[in-house]
């Protein structure tokens, strides 16, 4: 789960395990630190465009591949779905990533 300025709010044992990151080295850090440095700029205009229409109308199902690497700089192939969550601070969004 990431917050609107893409800042990881929530992770599961899954994440830990594909990423290689503890839930306390993820916890509160920018998502955009799983990007290559290439793909960084992409990403924070696509989820910027993403919160600006309403999310609630247009969740993102699974998209098409993406690179994103892990602690030791591993490139891993993957697919995210996400889809807001309205809360008492706001919105979150949750990110279903599968491996390709």
Known sequence: MIDSFGKIKLVNKQTEKMFGYTREELFG???EMLLPDDL???YLHDFQVFLAEDPFLNPKGLRPPVVLWDKNKKRLLVRIHINPIQTH??????????EE
């Open 40 to 42: 960084k700029s992409k």
């Open 89 to 98: 601070q706001g919105i979150l969004v949750a990110a279903l990533i599968r």
């Open 29 to 31: 850090e920018h998502a």
